[in-house]
């Protein structure tokens, strides 16, 4: 640890970040929201993830109780992963971040990158504000 690592120590901003502010981190969040995937399915869903980094994370967020790993050997050898309760209780802030970046992103001109976002996620926040119309 460092000296700047230590100006954070129990600061909430940090620890909430841990989880959510690498590249992938709420993109496998938000996969894991609705269903257990396995770790190809995952992978399947974020292209340009490497099974390098998807298992690095994976085994943090299992490591920091965020996200279960279930194994199965009936009928075939099979491993899952689910969101734990913890990981759950992320699921409202990504859909925070993800409802302020699609409206603030009208007035920005879309990169590549940006429209890589899934269809039914913009349907889905598109769902949201119906509902609350």
Not at 89 to 111: H, K, M, R, T
Request: proline letters at 5%.
């Amino acid at each position: 640890m460092n000296n700047t690592d230590e100006l954070y120590t129990g600061c909430p901003v940090q620890h909430a970040r841990q989880f959510i502010a690498g590249k992938w981190q709420m993109g496998i969040l938000w996969n894991l929201s609705n269903q257990s995937m396995g770790f190809g399915e995952i992978k399947s869903k974020l292209p340009g993830l490497s099974d390098k980094i998807l298992m690095q994370e994976l085994d943090f967020f299992v490591q920091k109780k965020i996200i279960n790993r279930n194994s199965f050997e009936f009928p075939t050898a099979k491993t899952e992963y689910a969101l734990s309760s913890m990981g759950r209780s992320l699921i409202p802030v990504i859909n925070a971040i993800v409802e302020w970046g699609y409206f603030n992103l009208q007035d920005e001109q879309v990169s590549k990158e940006m429209s890589l976002t899934p269809v039914p996620v913009i349907e889905a926040i598109e769902d949201g504000m119906a509902e609350r119309e």
